[in-house]
């Protein structure tokens, strides 16, 4: 892998290596323990009884227990991973202690559900917890008597905490290449709509035939065994190579990478352009809210990630747009109707924005931090009860909103369907993301970027920190004005109730679960944070718990997101960079995942 | 007629006068000192000539604009820089985008010139880059070559003092304030920046004041020095003149301890 291409530095001094301390079996016993309240948890919140039903792989899987038995798997992980290595001592390398360690954590974790089961066989805790119910018990102990049960339990979490741990033993190659695969089946078996779609799309319906029981079906054995197939060869054939496709890219002389990202850019361009005509209406429409949020999380990337300044009422600025856009366009909007095209009307909803963006700016210009983010807050609710208000219903309708806005037309195009408005959302996302690179290194962005590190001292270097602040709030207001005004053509409506404060939450957790300040961890927290519960609806009424949980783990292992901007991550991992630099000098890094961050250049 | 005069000028902190009536005139191509206890108002006193506080009372000149009630950096266009004296850089910025944040002042570019990327964008944008090259080629090898791509916050002590400088030096200033520049560095180090003041002023034709606690620099860099005590001018003159005023010992220098 990547170390063997690197030169490593020479060693100024031979030291003698200490050897590494084994693993703790503490520290896996608390992690089992902790591991069994989580399970404990899911089988309380009604995860586990309400997955039941759901088969991943017919008939042998059903989806509610491996929820269960996968959290014994992780904290297994957990417990048998090898601790990072300390400046002085050897690299640490699993070995059959890992393994009790993990087999430990989750027989603890197995205990604690264990446990469970004999209180709920003894007491009624419906009381308290309305989904502890007999059948979930039934589905807890396999119907078996309960002692049999709690050994069974044990047993089970105690095999997949080991198989957890076990994942540290395997060499890289065939890690690099199970895990993968696993994956993909774990995809294809959530996935089943999607993928049928995908091959339906694409004229391969005998696919969906093979791989799942029919169509909608759930994915059988024998699919199962053969998507395993097919990605463990193709990983394991393409991790024979030394480099990694990155490292290879970078390598290559300036003029062959241009070429090179230029036909990347053609082929995703061309792959994107029939997307929609492939995956049909539902996934479209699932693309089109995405690439809405996507919009918003560009726009409020400007104002957070760069400029700094925490908006919590950002959601307001995509209401200006969709109400405006709906008052010049629809023929029912009840004060005046100019019906505008769209395209006609785009003008003027950025010139709403821009004065909406004034507007919240001006009386926020010397607040900073929580305060800021406070009165922001305050803005997003009072534009929100404005346009839901009497008195102001006469323009914007009130509580009935604006109804009949004509779809997006442009010049004897009709756009419609779901699937045509993929183009234009999408056109608008390029937009805002080639807007953010090019205001990154530019005169205003370094003046944002100042004014996010030291208001005053940005000042005192000469930057007009007025002009700066209300400028990113007019960017970040245009950008959202824009995603407003293609959301209310889409849906034909805006009603006040769509412009709910839980909107602005989801577009900054999108940002920071993304990546601050980088665009491609901004799209990539969309995928994640807006496709992923609209594609799986079955689990919609676990969608916050998840959004919590999802959070919570970012926070405590990645809190610079999913796909960092680089100074965020040196600056929130410098810690562990000077760490790793010791490992490249005393080399013989272990060949886990035990260190994240990229060596220092 | 003097670059920077200040008609006396007062500030109090509540019941704290830190500042009071204080009078300073500083000529072109100087270097001044600026000395005395702590406490004794020399920070309060930059904080007041670069807008970072309002004199309650007085006048601050400069090159024949009264620049009280300015904001900062209306100031720094005027022509008047200043460092900090606990480094105030900005952190999660390379090298080179610090100093560029300080040629701010000097461009016009707009927004829309950005997105666009209009030609006089594009040249402006060349030339904001090409300065603070110019500025970080000052400190010689010290801030050169891969250090442009660096984070501040990586930099060394002594380094992150010379990017200050720099930073202030990109603004194009014809004042330099610099706040205690040798503070925390070694004597080789204090030593090399001695020297840097010199050529700052030398090369470059800066005014400079210096607000220092190593007599050492004060002797080899002010053609003035002024003492502060209880934000009040106690005397000026040349670094002998002062080294030598009873009152100044009494407050400031401190006398050998008597033999017996």
Known sequence: ?601 | MSLLSIESISKAFGGLRAINSLNIEVDQGEIVSVIGPNGAGKTTFFNLVTGMETPDSGNIVFDGHNVVGLRPNQILELGLARTFQNVRLFPTMTVKENVMVGQHCRGKAGLIGAIFKTKSQRSEEARIEARAEEVLSFFGTRLAGYRHDQLAFVLSYANRRRLEIARAMATEPRLLLLDEPTAGMNPRETIELTELIGRLRDEKGYTIVIIEHDMQVVRNVSDRVIVLDHGEKLTEGTYDEVSTNEAVIEAYLGRPSERR
């Open chain 1, 1 to 601: 892998m990547a170390q063997v291409t690197a030169p490593s530095p020479a060693r100024p001094v031979e030291v003698e290596l200490r050897p590494a301390p084994p693993v703790d079996l503490g520290r896996a016993a608390r992690l089992g323990l902790i591991g069994g309240v989580a399970m404990v948890l899911v089988a309380a919140t009604g995860i586990v009884g309400t997955f039941q039903t759901r088969l991943l792989i017919d008939p042998i899987l059903p989806l509610g227990l491996l929820f269960l038995y996968l959290l014994a798997f992780a904290f297994g992980w957990m417990a048998g991973k090898p601790p990072a290595a300390l400046e002085g001592f050897a690299p640490a390398r699993a070995n059959s202690r890992n393994l009790v360690a993990g087999a430990l954590a989750g027989a603890l974790g197995g205990l604690c559900v264990g446990v469970l089961a004999a209180l709920m066989s003894t007491f009624d805790l419906r009381g308290v917890f309305v989904q502890l119910s007999p059948q979930l018990l039934e589905i807890l102990t396999f119907g078996l008597p309960l002692g049999a049960a709690i050994i069974a339990i044990v047993a089970i979490s105690a095999v997949a905490g080991a198989i957890g741990a076990g994942v540290h033993l395997l060499p890289v190659r065939l890690k690099r290449s199970l895990l993968p695969a696993l994956v993909w089946v774990m995809m294809f078996a959530l996935f089943t709509d999607l993928v049928g779609q995908l091959f339906a799309g694409l004229s391969a319906e005998f696919l969906t035939d093979f791989l799942f029981t029919g169509r909608g079906g759930a994915l059988t054995i024998v699919g199962a065994i053969t998507v395993f197939i097919v990605v463990f060869v193709a990983y394991w054939l393409l991790g024979g190579r030394e480099t990694t496709l990155r490292e290879r890219i970078e390598a290559m002389p300036r003029g062959q990478r241009t070429r090179f990202s230029l036909i990347a850019a053609a082929v995703i361009l061309i792959i994107l352009w029939f997307v929609p005509k492939v995956m049909g209406p539902f996934v479209s429409q699932v693309l089109d809210t995405a690439g809405i949020y996507l919009l918003m999380a560009l726009g409020l990337n400007i104002v957070v990630g760069y400029a700094g300044m925490l908006d919590l009422g950002y959601v307001a600025f995509f209401a200006v747009g969709a109400y405006t856009g709906a008052i010049l366009t629809s023929p029912q909007s009840p004060a005046f109707t100019p019906q505008l095209l769209l395209i006609v009307a785009i003008p003027f909803v950025m010139i709403a924005a821009a004065l909406a963006g004034l507007m919240v700016a001006t009386p926020v210009i010397r607040m900073r931090g929580d305060y800021l983010a406070i009165v922001t807050l305050g803005f997003g609710e009072i534009a929100r009860i404005l346009f839901n208000s009497e008195w102001l219903a006469p323009i914007f309708g009130g509580a009935q909103g604006i109804t009949n806005i004509p779809d997006l037309q442009i010049g004897p195009l009709q756009l419609s369907t779901p699937q045509d408005y993929f183009y234009p959302i999408f056109l608008f996302v390029l937009i805002a993301a080639y807007v953010t690179f090019a205001l990154q290194n530019s005169r205003w962005g370094r003046a944002w970027m100042a004014m996010r590190e030291d208001e005053s001292v940005a000042e005192a270097m000469g930057v007009n920190v007025v002009t700066a602040k209300l400028s990113a709030f007019v960017v970040g207001a245009v950008l959202a004005s824009f995603g407003g005004a293609l959301f209310g053509a889409q849906i034909g409506s805006v009603f006040p109730h769509s412009f709910d404060i839980v909107v602005s939450v989801t577009v900054l957790v999108i940002i920071i679960v993304g990546g601050m300040g980088s665009v491609p961890g901004v799209a990539l927290g969309a995928l994640v944070l807006i496709v992923l519960p609209n594609l799986l609806r079955e689990f919609s009424q676990y969608q916050f718990l998840f959004y919590g949980v999802l959070l919570i783990v970012m926070m405590l292992t990645k809190p610079e997101g999913f796909i960092p901007s680089k100074r965020r991550a040196q600056e929130l991992h410098a810690d562990e960079l000077s760490q790793d630099a010791w490992l490249d000098i005393y080399g013989d890094k272990p060949t886990t995942d035990a260190t994240t961050t990229e060596p220092p250049r």
